[in-house]
């Protein structure tokens, strides 16, 4: 337990979560500081073999939020939110082997953005998202040709 690991911030409280991959049953958990302790675990997601390269952070309203790529058994570039009571995810890419070594991060508008590589090609993918609601998300992905 606690394989691919991220640790963020909340900007509101200033407490530490932690994002990680439980590989004994191959999900993808996070904990959230509350008080002084690490008290409150949840499972994000738990549909197959999900949780690699993983990337943690919190949006403007103080709501984790993390990218990372589902092993098993679509190899995809998936996005999860905490929606107050529960997360929402996405599935981002889904063309190919696509998602692993993620990096998450809010734009000034507080919409996501995610950089990510793209297995089956060889090549750095960009995906930032046009709009995000509590149960949708639409997003619109680049890729950077690879370079010598």
């Not at 690991?5 to 900007?11: E, I, M, R, V």
């Not at 990096?103 to 508008?109: C, M, P």
């Not at 953005?113 to 793209?118: K, Q, V």
């Amino acid at each position: 337990m606690g394989w691919y690991t991220s640790l963020a911030f909340n900007p509101l409280t200033h407490k530490p979560a932690i994002s990680y991959y439980d590989d004994s049953n191959g999900d993808l958990k996070c904990a959230i500081f509350k008080g002084s302790s690490l008290v409150i675990t949840t499972i994000v997601d738990s549909a197959g073999d999900v949780g690699y390269h993983i990337s943690l952070a919190f949006d403007a309203s103080g709501n984790p939020a993390i990218s990372y790529y589902e092993a098993w058994p679509n190899s995809d570039l998936k996005y999860a939110r905490f929606n107050g009571s529960s997360w929402d995810i996405t599935t981002v890419d889904s063309a190919g082997n696509v998602g692993q070594y993620t990096s998450l991060a809010f734009d000034v508008s507080g919409k996501p953005a995610i950089s990510y590589y793209d297995v089956a090609n060889g090549v750095l993918k960009y995906a930032h998202f046009t709009s995000v609601t509590t149960t949708t998300t639409s997003s619109t992905t680049t890729t950077t040709t690879k370079s010598n």
